[in-house]
């Protein structure tokens, strides 16, 4: 049972927390709202700002980084097996390999997809190519490089 005169000690600060979860869009937890108090003169420790975080309903969006999923509908035939792990080629022009690596640019947050063809016979890189969308027209124009010369 509250009491009738009890006044509530942690209303400036419920009220700043309150400020600051809306001012930064509900994506502060308690961590990173005890660094943004410190910062704005209160001293308090972050053991209270997470119970009065929790008091005050308020808890921040989590953001888990999606995983690239490039799976969109059907999936089209599926090629033969025709190397059977034999990679080594008795001459060139002979095997050629190919695959999409996805790179990340931190700076920037954009991807990159480079996809070279490998001669199976030496290694060496034959042809390739490099995007900033990962679709058709990316592999297309990589085997046309590959297949002109």
């Not at 000690?9 to 700043?16: G, I, P, Q, T, Y």
């Not at 060139?92 to 997809?113: C, G, H, R």
Request: glycine share 4%; hydrophobic share 35%; proline share 1%.
């Amino acid at each position: 049972m509250k009491r009738l005169g009890w006044l509530d000690k942690d209303k400036e600060l419920k009220a700043e927390i309150q400020d600051i979860f809306t001012e930064h869009k509900g994506k502060y937890g308690y961590r990173l709202m005890t660094l943004a108090l410190r910062n704005r003169g209160f001293i308090v420790n972050h053991k209270k700002v997470q119970r009065l975080m929790k008091a005050l309903g308020l808890s921040d969006l989590i953001h888990c980084k999606r995983k690239y999923y490039s799976y969109q509908r059907e999936v089209g035939k599926k090629a033969e097996n025709l190397i059977q792990r034999q990679f080594e080629a008795s001459k060139t022009m002979e095997k050629y390999y190919t695959d999409v690596t996805e790179f990340t640019i931190p700076a920037s947050n954009q991807k990159l997809y480079l996809s070279p063809v490998l001669d199976g016979f030496n290694s060496e890189i034959i042809a390739y190519n490099l995007s900033t969308l990962l679709n058709l027209k990316q592999i297309k124009s990589m085997l046309e490089q590959t297949f002109t010369e």
